[in-house]
C-alpha cells in the first residue's frame, strides 16, 4: 500500500472541515428565526443602549465630581494658605482668637 503525502492529507482535511462549516451554516440560514429568538435579540440591543447611556453618564457624572472636589480641596488650602501666612494679618487675628487648649 502506497503512504500518501502528508500536505496532501492535510488539504483534504481542510477541504472537508470547510465543506462541514459551510454547510452547517447553510443548514443555519435556511431555518426561520423563531419568533422569541428575534424578541431576545431586540431585547439584548435595548438593554446594550441602556447600559451605554448609563455608562457614559456615570462617567460624565464622576468626572464632575471629581471636578467639584478638586476646587473645594483647592478653595479649602487657599483659605489656610492664606490664614497660617507669615505676614499675614488675618492669620494672626485667626490664631488670637481661637480658644486655649486645656490638659
Known sequence: ?????????????????IYKTLEKADALSRRRPSVLRIKICKLKIRFGKRL???????VVNIYAARLVLYKRILNQLKALKFLFSNGGAAGDKFIDHMPQLSK
Not at 502528508?6 to 477541504?15: G, H, K, L, N, S
Not at 451605554?52 to 456615570?58: E, I, V
Open 1 to 17: 500500500m502506497e503512504k500518501e503525502d502528508p500536505d496532501e492529507v492535510f488539504r483534504r482535511r481542510a477541504q472537508f472541515i
Open 52 to 58: 451605554k447611556k448609563l455608562r457614559k453618564s456615570m
